[in-house]
């Protein structure tokens, strides 16, 4: 089935580092969405694409929608410990909203 | 205002108990989910109903029974609990068919069964 990869399944890294993440599948999405699970919390939307090749940002978040339309990155710049958490992509496959997640980057950043 | 909120966020019990999750959300979304969270934290949709319907079942066990009464609410009931429905379990809504179509989650229900 339809599945999403996300890499790295954890990082850790200094703060003020920047931080790549990226999500690949072999399948076509038309969204592309990034979330954000802090402890003990459900996950927050970072930021939402809808159009190949769209770039996005969200303050020190930046995200693109591959133009294959199979593939997704989410850098941080300048990262903050309030940055920790478990990221994670996600998309639709046009079955009622129904959301798929690829496996959560866990980010931890030493201060 | 809490956009989506469950109760309660933890629930331990006894293997062989029936426990109830509830959900309530003020988004006005037609939509609603059930997602399940793993130990490894991977997040799996289980159910999702539109505007009080059924729509999508991901096989899952038939212990498990989604109820909404009205599409601003959609609680989970679990019987006969085993060991290993232990996880955590999110409500989410969303407005598919619109030109945004991501879900907002609730905080979580951290169920335990011992």
């Known amino acids: 089935g339809q599945q999403l990869n996300q890499s790295p399944q954890s990082m850790f890294i200094q703060e003020g580092e920047d931080v790549s993440m990226n999500c690949t599948s072999s399948?076509?999405?038309?969204?592309w969405l990034w979330y954000k699970q802090d402890p003990g919390e459900g996950p927050v939307l970072l930021i939402a694409l809808y159009k190949a090749g769209e770039l996005t940002s969200n303050g020190r978040l930046t995200a693109q929608f591959g133009i294959t339309r199979k593939d997704s990155f989410l850098n941080i710049s300048a990262s903050i410990p309030s940055d920790v958490g478990i990221y994670f992509c996600a998309s639709t496959i046009n079955q009622g909203g129904k959301l798929i997640f690829g496996q959560g980057t866990e980010l931890s950043v030493k201060p | 205002d809490t956009a989506v909120s469950q109760t309660p966020k933890y629930l331990v019990t006894q293997m062989g108990n029936d426990k109830s999750i509830k959900c309530e959300q003020n988004l006005g979304h037609d939509t609603m989910y059930w997602y399940k969270q793993d130990s490894k934290k991977f997040l799996k949709i289980m159910f999702s109903?539109?505007?009080?319907?059924?729509?999508i079942n991901e096989t899952v066990p038939n212990r498990f029974s989604p109820k909404s009464p009205d599409k601003a609410h959609l609680n989970l009931h679990i019987n006969s609990l085993e060991l290993g429905d232990s996880a955590v379990y999110f409500c989410?809504?969303?407005?598919?068919?619109?030109?945004?179509?991501?879900?907002?989650f609730g905080q979580g229900t951290r169920l335990t069964v011992v």
């Open positions: 989410a809504s969303s407005q598919p068919g619109t030109a945004y179509t991501e879900a907002f």
């Open positions: 109903y539109n505007n009080k319907e059924l729509i």
């Open positions: 399948s076509i999405f038309n969204t």
